[in-house]
């Protein structure tokens, strides 16, 4: 499966963003979808996973009552919705796949990245 991650600017404190990440081939719903992050000078950490059919869901603490991961198999696409943003969520948003049964992957398949930024 490949990957492309899209949505990402620059907002204000407090401003929303919905990234999408569209998946190519014919067996997207196989794949629980992750979205991870990277600041500056930071290692890349968890932000959100759903399963397979979008019934299930998983957010970082960090996110977790303002970003929501959703899913749309028909479309191959998931979506984080980024709501209240901080400054300290600006970084590069990537999604990756995983055949695994599992959120915490790991994924195999990975997409190139959007860029966040909040500004204060």
């Known amino acids: 499966v490949q990957l492309q991650a899209s949505g990402g600017g620059l907002v204000q404190a407090g401003g929303s963003l919905r990234l999408s990440c569209e998946a190519s081939g014919r067996t997207f719903s196989s794949y629980i979808i992750g979205w991870f992050r990277q600041a500056p000078g930071k290692e890349r950490e968890f932000v959100a996973a759903i399963s397979r059919g979008g019934g299930n869901s998983y957010h970082a603490d960090s996110v977790k009552g303002r970003f929501t991961i959703s899913r749309d198999n028909a479309k191959n696409t998931v979506y984080l919705q980024m709501n209240n943003l901080k400054p300290e969520d600006t970084a590069v948003y990537y999604c990756?796949?995983?055949?695994?049964?599992?959120?915490?992957?790991?994924?195999?398949?990975w997409g190139r990245g959007t860029l966040v930024t909040v500004s204060s």
């Open positions: 990756a796949a995983t055949v695994r049964s599992t959120f915490s992957g790991p994924y195999e398949y």
